[in-house]
């Protein structure tokens, strides 16, 4: 599909679809065959005298000379054009092209053009005629001239004299390009003819030439028009050479293709923006109507769109040299160094520049060198991967960008990202007891695990405070953007599957071939006794981090939820206390998950969103070993493994603490779901396609209705979401008054706090009832969607359940391995 969005751009550049550009005289009406074949002789006769003479003139005559040459080639030019074979002869040249080819008119004529190049200036003004002139020809005729060598050896001539250093002009290169086009147009007709063009070595031991392309080579980056017609018609020839080993050697031995696409990449990054003007509070990635506003940015993607078409039809020996120069030439030494700046805004850039890569790009192989990159290359000792976990416990809008890179990755469905992430810390089975272990493959077909999330529902959510008015409440429950167990939104779970690389890791394991990985150490806000309950109250150790820095109190006066200030990381599990290796750890990944799930009412509305968006999506996954992790309530695991049930019961203990301290918590949560349902509303009536669309179809979770965080999540560059669902949220009620929110976002939904403090802590007091209040709307409905994977793995797993060895079990992905 990548090849034919490309290619149906050409669609309309053959013969006759257009009128040549520097044309100033009338083109002659056609007349019968034979008065235009006279015509036609009578323009060459005129052309021969002045041809015949000893080269170019000096002289005063000689201008004259060669504007009448040219006024004559382009009459003949145009004739040609219009030439039709005789229909007693339909694969014969036409009487004058058979004419021209006796003659030998266009290489004739060329070579004495070319004879003023070095008597004077003007010569980029003629090269550029003589470019047009050929273009012309090329694209008007009704005849394939590109099969006769007459033909062939002029144009070769010419294009031969544009690789000479001329000065170069707008026009000069707007020419050039227009012919090369035109040319890779007529070949990708009749691809047989593409060798011609290729050059023997002019000695022994040198380089064949294939002028086409590496005239088209240096305008691969170029801005604008041009440069789009120039990567198309590299396409064009990219994916001709696929079907010529001659052609695809040439350009992996023989040009500079390659290097110069993954140099040219890693000098339009630099060109990028080190810092991105954030247009909302709920921004977490870059659109595509983001990124088209930003030239820099815009010119890059296109590059990087070239450069996966290239993957997707040219030589093999091309894709995989491409490959590697982008691996070594650009992800090493340019975004490696960007993903690790000082500053926070240009590591939220570099990783959101990353996050928009990975959902750009199509092509497996592509994509393997970047997902490689992400997993095994080491910067600073550290994987790329495990800088990134880190940065989820930001407090800053770091966190957002980073849950939103995650989100991306777990979308490509890659068995070696899961592995690396999570499965590699539960293969062992360290973290259950002993006993248990039998039981990870164990499906609750009851409905226990289900039964069990409902219940963590807070008392203070469950509609004892003055519910919305039936309609709305009935949009909250039942709406397109919530969860809920409704057999319409549940997702459904395919086949599961042992990956390749995994099935060889499980081998390693069950035979004592390798060690499990090395633990890293994690935080002792982690551990719990094997005798917590899910519902106990948070220790000392367990507390959340304290409230975020203070924000301007202009903030509250909008719809927009005011932004997270850069903090500290939380301690990342890879650096901090000093673990006993042979402690059970479930890795980086899921403990800074669920540290930032434990801390929800610290966080914003959107990070809340994202994260547990993020759990969700794992919890889809049909794996027993992180369906029991996630979602098997009856598992008892070790002593310092946390589970999900365990944050759950955390967080519901918060949640009612909190709602006790708050007379009028009631009406917040109340206001609160109205705003979030006419958001939701206005959101969902643009449509699913509105969002970002799934780069490919997820072979593990195949429909799953879009969630509430999804579909406020949809429109992140939108303030105007906000203001018209304040609007709504306002409306006079049914007692004549409004909501009366001290603003309108989802940070705004606040009371009137007393005049206690200064501005400062007053700020603070009504940011962290704001968190709060909307992580009590968000958590129930989270619980609803676990609920309902839950029941779905109850539905679809007994069916697919496979006992067969793991080495007869296909890989869920196509991106092969990610070894170099």
């Given at each position: 599909m990548?090849?034919m969005n490309?290619?149906?751009?050409?669609a309309?550049?053959?013969?006759?679809?257009?009128?040549?550009?520097g044309?100033?005289?009338?083109?002659?009406?056609?007349?019968?065959p034979e008065?235009?074949?006279?015509?036609?002789?009578?323009?060459?006769?005129?052309?021969v005298?002045?041809?015949?003479?000893?080269?170019?003139?000096?002289?005063?005559?000689?201008?004259?000379?060669?504007?009448?040459?040219?006024?004559?080639?382009?009459?003949?030019?145009?004739?040609?054009?219009?030439?039709?074979?005789?229909?007693?002869?339909?694969?014969?040249?036409?009487?004058?092209?058979?004419?021209?080819?006796?003659?030998?008119?266009?290489?004739?004529?060329?070579?004495?053009?070319?004879?003023?190049?070095?008597?004077?200036?003007?010569?980029e003004?003629r090269?550029?005629?003589?470019?047009?002139?050929f273009?012309?020809?090329?694209?008007?005729?009704?005849?394939p001239?590109?099969?006769?060598?007459?033909?062939?050896?002029?144009?070769?001539?010419?294009?031969?004299?544009c690789?000479?250093?001329?000065?170069?002009?707008?026009a000069?290169?707007?020419?050039?390009?227009?012919?090369?086009?035109?040319?890779?147009?007529?070949?990708?007709?009749?691809?047989?003819?593409?060798?011609?063009?290729?050059?023997?070595?002019p000695?022994?031991?040198?380089?064949?030439?294939?002028l086409?392309?590496s005239?088209?080579?240096p305008?691969?980056?170029r801005e604008?028009?041009?440069?789009?017609q120039?990567?198309?018609?590299?396409?064009?020839?990219?994916?001709?050479?696929?079907?010529s080993?001659?052609?695809?050697?040439?350009?992996?031995?023989?040009?500079?293709?390659?290097?110069v696409?993954?140099?040219?990449?890693?000098?339009?990054?630099?060109?990028?923006p080190?810092?991105?003007?954030?247009?909302?509070?709920?921004?977490?990635?870059?659109?595509?109507?983001d990124?088209?506003?930003?030239?820099?940015?815009?010119?890059?993607?296109?590059?990087?769109?070239?450069?996966?078409?290239?993957?997707?039809?040219?030589?093999?020996?091309v894709?995989?040299?491409?490959?590697?120069?982008i691996?070594?030439?650009?992800?090493?030494?340019?975004?490696g160094?960007?993903l690790?700046k000082?500053?926070v805004?240009?590591?939220i850039?570099?990783?959101?520049?990353?996050?928009?890569f990975l959902?750009?790009?199509?092509?497996?192989?592509?994509?393997?060198?970047?997902?490689?990159?992400?997993?095994?290359?080491?910067?600073?000792?550290?994987?790329?991967?495990?800088t990134?976990?880190?940065r989820i416990g930001?407090?800053s809008?770091?966190?957002?960008?980073?849950?939103?890179?995650?989100?991306?990755?777990?979308?490509?469905?890659?068995?070696?990202?899961?592995?690396?992430l999570?499965?590699?810390?539960?293969?062992?089975?360290?973290?259950?007891?002993?006993s248990?272990?039998?039981?990870v493959?164990?499906?609750?077909l009851?409905?226990?695990?289900?039964d069990?999330?409902?219940?963590?529902?807070?008392?203070?959510?469950?509609?004892?405070?003055p519910?919305?008015?039936?309609?709305?409440?009935?949009?909250?429950?039942?709406?397109?953007?919530?969860?809920?167990?409704?057999?319409s939104?549940?997702?459904?779970?395919?086949?599961?599957?042992?990956?390749?690389?995994l099935?060889?890791?499980?081998?390693?394991?069950?035979?004592?071939?390798?060690?499990?990985?090395?633990?890293?150490?994690?935080?002792p806000?982690?551990?719990?006794?094997?005798?917590?309950?899910?519902?106990?109250?948070?220790?000392?150790?367990?507390e959340?981090e304290?409230?975020?820095?203070l924000e301007?109190?202009?903030?509250?006066?909008?719809?927009?939820?005011?932004?997270?200030?850069?903090?500290?990381?939380?301690?990342?599990?890879?650096?901090?206390?000093?673990?006993?290796?042979?402690?059970?750890?479930?890795?980086?990944?899921?403990?800074?998950?669920?540290t930032k799930?434990?801390?929800?009412?610290?966080?914003?509305?959107?990070?809340?969103?994202l994260?547990?968006?993020?759990?969700?999506?794992?919890?889809?996954?049909?794996?027993?070993l992180?369906?029991s992790?996630?979602l098997?309530?009856?598992?008892?695991?070790?002593?310092?493994?946390?589970?999900?049930l365990?944050?759950?019961?955390?967080?519901?203990?918060?949640?009612?603490?909190?709602?006790?301290?708050?007379?009028d918590?009631?009406?917040?949560?109340?206001?609160?779901?109205?705003?979030?349902?006419?958001?939701g509303?206005?959101?969902?009536?643009?449509g699913?396609?509105?969002?970002p669309?799934?780069?490919?179809?997820?072979?593990l979770?195949?429909?799953r209705?879009?969630?509430?965080?999804?579909?406020?999540?949809?429109?992140?560059?939108?303030p105007?979401?906000?203001?018209?669902a304040?609007q709504?949220v306002?409306?006079?009620?049914?007692?004549?008054?409004?909501?009366?929110?001290?603003g309108?976002s989802?940070?705004?939904?606040?009371?009137?706090?007393?005049?206690?403090?200064g501005?400062?802590?007053?700020?603070?007091?009504?940011?962290?009832?704001?968190?709060?209040?909307y992580?009590?709307?968000?958590?129930p409905?989270?619980?609803?969607?676990?609920?309902?994977?839950s029941?779905?793995?109850?539905?679809?797993?007994?069916?697919?359940?496979?006992?067969?060895?793991?080495?007869?079990?296909?890989?869920?992905?196509d991106?092969?391995?990610?070894?170099?």
């Open positions: 990548e090849r490309w290619l149906s751009r050409l309309s550049r053959g013969p006759g679809h257009r009128v040549p550009q044309a100033s005289l009338q083109t002659p009406v056609m007349a019968d008065t235009c074949l006279m015509v036609f002789k009578n323009h060459w006769s005129q052309v005298r002045i041809l015949e003479r000893q080269g170019p003139r000096v002289a005063p005559g000689g201008a004259d000379d060669l504007s009448a040459v040219r006024n004559h080639t382009y009459q003949m030019l145009t004739l040609l054009a219009e030439d039709r074979a005789v229909p007693s002869a339909p694969t014969a040249p036409g009487p004058l092209l058979e004419f021209a080819l006796h003659e030998d008119l266009l290489t004739r004529v060329l070579a004495w053009q070319l004879q003023w190049d070095g008597l004077g200036d003007g010569v003004e090269r550029a005629e003589q470019l047009k002139l273009e012309m020809l090329v694209s008007e005729a009704r005849q001239l590109l099969r006769h060598g007459p033909v062939r050896e002029a144009l070769l001539t010419l294009l031969d004299a690789g000479r250093p001329v000065p170069s002009s707008p000069l290169d707007e020419g050039l390009v227009l012919l090369l086009s035109q040319l890779c147009v007529c070949l990708a007709r009749e691809p047989s003819l593409l060798e011609f063009f290729l050059q023997p070595p000695e022994p031991g040198a380089a064949p030439r294939l086409l392309f005239l088209l080579v305008f691969v980056h604008g028009t041009l440069g789009q120039a990567r198309d018609a590299l396409l064009l020839l990219m994916a001709l050479s696929a079907g080993p001659t052609v695809g050697r040439y350009i992996a031995d023989h040009s500079y293709f390659c290097p696409l993954a140099t040219g990449l890693s000098a339009l990054y630099s060109s990028l080190r810092k991105i003007e954030v247009p909302g509070d709920d921004w977490h990635c870059l659109r595509r109507e990124w088209l506003g930003v030239p820099a940015l815009a010119l890059f993607m296109s590059s990087l769109e070239f450069c996966n078409a290239v993957i997707q039809v040219a030589h093999p020996l894709q995989k040299q491409l490959v590697d120069y691996h070594n030439g650009f992800l090493v030494p340019v975004m160094p960007a690790h000082t500053s805004e240009e590591m850039a570099s990783t959101a520049y990353l996050e928009l959902r750009s790009i199509s092509e497996p192989a592509l994509l393997r060198t970047f997902l490689r990159f992400l997993l095994l290359h080491r910067h600073d000792t550290h994987t790329i991967l495990d990134l976990v880190a930001s407090n809008r770091l966190c957002m960008v980073s849950l939103s890179l995650f989100r991306t990755l777990l979308n490509l469905s890659c068995e070696d990202v899961l592995l690396q999570v499965l590699r810390y539960l293969v062992p089975c360290n973290h259950v007891m002993l248990q272990k039998p039981a493959r164990d499906v609750d009851y409905g226990r695990a289900a069990k999330f409902l219940s963590l529902i807070p008392r203070c959510c469950r509609h004892r405070a519910s919305p008015p039936r309609p709305e409440h009935a949009s909250w429950a039942r709406g397109p953007g919530s969860p809920s167990v409704d057999s939104s549940v997702v459904t779970v395919s086949r599961p599957s042992t990956p390749s690389r099935a060889l890791f499980l081998r390693q394991q069950s035979l004592g071939g390798s060690e499990s990985p090395a633990p890293a150490p994690r935080s806000g982690l551990a719990a006794s094997p005798a917590s309950s899910p519902s106990r109250r948070p220790s000392s150790a367990e959340p304290p409230p975020l820095p301007e109190e202009e903030a509250y006066e909008s719809f927009t939820c005011p932004p997270e200030p850069p903090g500290p990381f939380l301690s990342s599990p890879l650096r901090t206390l000093n673990q006993l290796p042979s402690q059970p750890f479930t890795g980086p990944f899921m403990a800074v998950l669920f799930l434990e801390n929800m009412l610290q966080n914003s509305v959107y990070v809340n969103f994260l547990t968006g993020l759990v969700a999506q794992l919890a889809c996954h049909p794996q027993p992180l369906r992790f996630l098997n309530t009856n598992m008892v695991f070790q002593p310092s493994v946390k589970s999900l365990q944050v759950l019961g955390s967080v519901k203990n918060k949640i009612e603490s909190f709602a006790a301290s708050q007379e918590f009631p009406a917040l949560l109340s206001k609160a779901k109205k705003y979030l349902i006419a958001r509303k206005l959101d969902w009536a643009e699913p396609a509105a969002g669309a799934p780069r490919r179809s997820d072979p979770v195949k429909s209705r879009p969630s509430l965080g999804e579909l406020l999540l949809r429109h992140a560059h939108s105007t979401r906000a203001r018209q304040a709504l306002h409306q006079p009620g049914r007692d004549g008054t409004g909501l009366g929110l001290g309108g989802p940070g705004a939904s606040t009371p009137a706090l007393p005049p206690r403090g501005a400062t802590e007053r700020q603070g007091e009504a940011l962290r009832v704001k968190n709060a209040v992580c009590a709307v968000i958590f409905e989270f619980l609803k969607e676990l609920a309902a994977i029941q779905a793995h109850a539905v679809t797993s007994p069916f697919l359940l496979d006992t067969s060895e793991e080495g007869n079990i296909l890989p869920v992905s991106f092969g391995s990610l070894d170099p």
